[in-house]
T-cell receptor
């Protein structure tokens, strides 16, 4: 069975600095998708970034980028120029080529002014 | 283009009562998924539905929980005879298809069982 592990329960970053959130996963499949979702205090799940496993190029969305290491089964999220509004829980999620999402336990990101 | 709608946003029930959670998918989306989030945990898959069909309910407790997605109207997650352990956030997500599609999440319903 697939698993997703986020080993950092909580991280802090100074405003305007860069922070990296870690995620590892375990799967025997070759085709799958990886996601980072942000959950602010409102509890809404907001899609931050998505990566297809067959793509070697790392996905980027403005200040958010990933470091996808398929062989190592690692999928970290880098947030550059951190802003106060980035403070939230961040969940890494795995999805095979079917539909079921498997979420990690989350990393709480605090942004310090 | 409205996103996934869920209501109510907050629901308080006493033990033994019934809880009905509603989800309206995004326009053009015919696939609905329900997830449950316990405090300090990630979301856990419960059930996947298409219109008038339950595709996969492997994550749903065998008793007291049921889900439907009728031809007309929202998807409903129903919890009968609620217990305190049912207190959680219940998220609905939708997608236009199945394979390779990103799921878009609603704001969730926070259920509190007293």
């Amino acid at each position: 069975a697939q698993t997703v592990t986020q080993s950092q329960p909580e991280m802090s970053v100074q405003e305007a600095e860069t922070v990296t959130l870690s995620c590892t996963y375990d799967t025997s499949e070759s085709d799958y998708y990886l996601f980072w979702y942000k959950q602010p205090p409102s509890r809404q799940m907001i899609l931050v970034i998505r990566q297809e496993a067959y793509k070697q190029q790392n996905a980027t969305e403005n200040r958010f980028s990933v470091n996808f290491q398929k062989a190592a089964k690692s999928f970290s999220l880098k947030i550059s120029d951190s802003q106060l509004g980035d403070a939230a829980m961040y969940f890494c999620a795995y999805r095979s080529d079917t539909y079921k999402y498997i979420f990690g336990t989350g990393t709480r990101l605090k942004v310090l002014a | 283009n409205a996103g996934v709608m869920q209501n109510p946003r907050h629901l308080v029930r006493r033990r033994g009562q019934e809880a009905r959670l509603r989800c309206s998918p995004m326009k053009g989306h015919s696939h609905v998924y329900w997830y449950r989030q316990l405090p300090e945990e990630g979301l856990k898959f419960m059930v996947y539905l298409q219109k008038e069909n339950i595709i996969d309910e492997s994550g749903m407790p065998k008793e007291r929980f049921s889900a439907e997605f009728p031809k007309e109207g929202p998807s409903i997650l129903r919890i009968q005879q609620v217990v305190r352990g049912d207190s959680a956030a219940y998220f609905c997500a939708s997608s236009p298809g199945q394979l390779g599609e990103t799921q878009y999440f609603g704001p969730g319903t926070r259920l509190l069982v007293l």
